[in-house]
């Protein structure tokens, strides 16, 4: 299974940007999908999730600016990162719990990381 983010950039405080992710392979079924984001110096921290079920889950920090929405026919989650604060600045990545044909359970798998620079 690949992810392959797409999106990121510059963008000066109070724009906007957004995130893609696609998932390819031998993709049987995709349970919860989200982002996560390192800053330099800092540990990496979940911005959002949503689950098989479109349950969402967004980090303090974030909530009523990002959206996580998913696409499943698709296998593409997006991030829409609206009122965008220096303090996003970080290299996000995006994650998949994905079960694939030869196997029963899900695994985790991660996509490349997509740098995210907001200059005040």
């Known amino acids: 299974v690949q992810l392959q983010p797409f999106g990121g950039g510059s963008v000066q405080a109070g724009g906007s940007l957004r995130l893609s992710c696609s998932a390819s392979?031998?993709?049987?079924?995709?349970?919860?999908v989200g982002w996560y984001r390192q800053a330099p110096g800092k540990q990496r921290e979940l911005v959002a999730r949503?689950?098989?079920?479109?349950?969402?889950t967004y980090a303090d920090s974030v909530k009523g600016r990002f959206t996580i929405s998913r696409d499943n026919a698709n296998n593409t989650q997006n991030l829409q990162m609206n009122s965008l604060k220096p303090e996003d600045t970080a290299v996000y990545y995006c994650?998949?719990?994905?079960?694939?044909?030869?196997?029963?359970?899900?695994?985790?798998?991660w996509g490349m990381g997509t740098q995210v620079t907001v200059s005040s």
């Open positions: 994650y998949a719990e994905t079960r694939i044909h030869s196997e029963t359970f899900y695994r985790q798998y």
């Open positions: 949503i689950s098989s079920r479109a349950t969402t």
């Open positions: 392979g031998s993709i049987l079924s995709i349970g919860a």
